[in-house]
């Protein structure tokens, strides 16, 4: 048997695409492009026995891990241990930098022992993409054991807790209770995650308060809660204490130097992260030091719950890619911490510290608050907190770095930010969005104002309603005043419907201005419209652009953000009745969930003329070029 990574031009290549045809029922259809794509950038791996093909595994990287989009083996040579083969295989060529394997797999397959046999743990789920059976898919990781990652306990295959250190700081603070962000770390559930610890050296500190009865109250709480630091490497202690202290030229017995014994400590016990409210240890090249060389991490309280939690969650920790600009999105991790305090804080309005302490708090909270960063590759681009306590979502902050969008594009950017708010806002139940003005400059103040945003006193609102609401059952916002603008429009329509002059006009003025409500009994004209998959990618679809095996990169980035586009069908099978719902039929493709209805529009405006006259005129809103407007005109 042989083991070997292929390329586009491997004679096994097509028996690779012969063999995940005969297994699409599982493992889904794939055109065969895609096949030599991955095959392209190195990402299939064979095994082979003479001239027959055993069995083969397709896989990307993402980040610090190997995600597997594919694994096969021909029923003849199953039962031959060909699996952990492949994937020793996989480990084994990439050994010093991929933290873990992981994979999705459906649940009704029931293959857990399968997965377990492999080494692989359940670290989570999410909702499968099939829209009609609602299937649900195991996240499996599967650890590499020569690549050091934090809290590799908690990501599935040590069963074990995180061993953490305090610093002493952090148990004075708990211990007077009298510090918000240190007490993040007496939440309860932590208890099943991590040890907490201390090292001996912490008595020593607390003893050098003046006060015998702060030192005795620290002393004793200390004692009491957090076991002293077992299993010190001592030839390790002195190594990193040596090399800790000659970076940061510290006088024995000041408070640095305890410092550097601290974490000197927690490194020689194999500690995974290092807790501390210092400044000088966080988010600095001393600190990247000491993670790069010995595989600590030092982290403030927030952003080691913020670490747990991406652990805990990792669903929604993974880059949701959108679909123009070369964007991603999730909620914000840990190591994004340092950019983005530099790049919002005096956005913020407030000082470096201020930004520091007011973000930990938000991200060391993740039961509260959810914390949204949107950025490129190599920068932030936009920062969103928002909570949702009684049912309305508040926005906390609403930060962009304009410097990375385009001026013709902001107001486009933030519109796309507001229905991005207002699905997250649905989909946690919420009836409404409330985004308080200060900080917000005119023009993202209009553009939200266009998303159906009203202003209330110092704040902007949006209301949410869901669902389908019979037109005649319409009734007015109890938690708005009677002549609020919305309210005197709804009162309006029910005057209207009951004297039958109810235009459809006004039933798609209300049903955007409560999106996503749709009116029933109300004779507003619907289309279904079919489109391919490529198109619908670049207009409006991005779960199928965040499909794993979508090769489709967007550069029509306008069309892609815009809550407005343009769409162009030949007049013979033009749409002429405006306003209306558009329902968008995407065609058969190798897209997973296709072919389906899946998305709804509204069409504001129809306009005929040639294909050279509209491609001028919308062409920044359309996502078709010149020549396939040419072919359009000519069918």
């Known amino acids: 048997m042989e083991i070997q990574i292929i390329n586009h031009e491997s004679k096994w290549l097509k028996a690779v695409q012969n063999l995940g045809d005969t297994a699409s029922s599982t493992v889904g259809f794939l055109a065969r492009e895609v096949y030599a794509d991955y095959a392209r950038k190195g990402h299939i791996l064979v095994v082979t026995e003479g001239e027959q093909l055993l069995a083969y595994t397709m896989f990307r990287f993402k980040k610090s891990s190997i995600v597997i989009v594919h694994l096969c083996v021909d029923p003849k040579y199953r039962g031959r241990g060909i699996p952990s083969q492949m994937l020793d295989y996989l480990i084994d060529q990439n050994r010093e930098y991929i933290s873990h394997i992981q994979l999705a797999c459906r649940r009704d397959y029931r293959l857990e022992r399968f997965w377990q046999k ?28 020569n690549c050091a990652n934090l809290f590799a306990s908690l990501a599935g295959a040590d069963t074990g807790k995180a061993l953490v250190v305090l610093d002493a700081n952090i148990v004075i603070d708990l211990c007077d209770g009298n510090n918000n962000e240190s007490n993040y770390l007496l939440q309860s559930y932590l208890g099943a995650y991590v040890e907490f610890r201390i090292t001996k050296y912490v008595l020593n500190e607390i003893n050098q308060s003046n006060d015998s009865s702060v030192r005795n109250k620290h002393r004793d709480y200390a004692k009491e809660h957090y076991p002293t630091l077992e299993n010190v490497d001592d030839e390790l202690f002195e190594q990193a204490k040596t090399a800790l202290l000659e970076k940061r030229k510290v006088a024995e017995n000041s408070n640095m130097w305890y410092d550097v014994i601290h974490i000197a400590q927690a490194i020689a016990a194999g500690a995974e992260a290092f807790v501390t409210r210092d400044g000088g240890w966080l988010n600095n090249d001393v600190s990247e030091y000491v993670e790069k060389q010995y ?3 030092i982290l403030s309280p927030g952003e080691f719950i913020n670490a747990i939690d991406e652990l805990n969650s990792p669903s929604d920790y993974a ?13 914000m991790q840990s190591a994004d911490f340092a950019a983005t305090v530099s790049t919002f804080f005096q956005r913020y309005g407030c000082k470096k510290a201020e930004f520091e302490k007011q973000l930990r708090k938000w991200i060391g909270s993740p039961d509260q608050y959810t914390t949204l960063l949107i950025k ?49 806002a649905h989909k946690g139940n919420a009836q409404g969005i409330q985004i308080s003005k200060e900080g917000l400059d005119g023009d993202v103040c209009g553009a939200l104002r266009d998303c159906g945003f009203f ?15 019979c037109a005649k059952e319409l009734r007015p916002v109890k938690t708005l005043p009677a002549d609020s603008p919305l309210n005197l429009a709804i009162k309006r329509f029910g005057n209207d419907w009951c004297t039958g002059a109810l235009s459809p006009e006004q039933v798609v003025s209300i049903e ?50 815009s809550i407005e586009n343009a769409y162009f069908k030949t007049a013979r099978h033009s749409v002429s009745q405006a306003p209306a719902r558009i329902l968008w039929y995407v065609s058969s493709s190798n897209y997973i969930g296709t072919p389906a209805i899946q998305a709804c529009s509204y069409l504001d405006h129809t306009e005929k003329g040639t294909a050279k006259e ?22």
């Open 455 to 469: 202003d209330d006193k110092d704040c902007l609102l949006r209301i949410i309603k869901a669902g389908i609401v």
């Open 376 to 424: 490129t590759k190599t920068a932030p681009v936009c920062l969103i907190t928002y909570s949702i306590p009684n049912e309305v979502m508040r926005v906390e902050t609403l930060l962009l770095n304009t410097g990375k969008i385009k001026p013709s594009l902001r107001g486009t950017f933030v519109k796309y930010i507001a229905f991005k708010l207002l699905d997250d």
């Open 319 to 331: 880059p949701y890619k959108l679909a123009g600009l070369g964007l991603e999105y999730s909620k």
């Open 512 to 561: 955007k201005a409560m999106w996503p409500m749709k009116l029933a009994e109300t004779h507003v004209p619907c289309f279904i419209v079919p489109i391919k998959a490529d198109y619908a990618v670049q207009l409006f679809d991005e779960n199928l652009y965040n499909q794993e095996f979508s090769l489709f990169e967007n550069d029509k980035s306008e069309p892609a953000l």
């Open 118 to 145: 492999l080494g692989f743990s359940a670290v989570a789920e999410k909702p499968g993409r099939a829209q009609k059976d609602r299937t649900v898919l195991t996240i499996w990781v599967r650890e590499n054991p």
């Open 295 to 297: 595989g600590l991490r």
């Open 614 to 635: 509209l491609f001028e005129k919308y062409k920044r809103l359309g996502v078709l070029e010149w020549q396939d407007l040419q072919k359009l005109e000519c069918i």
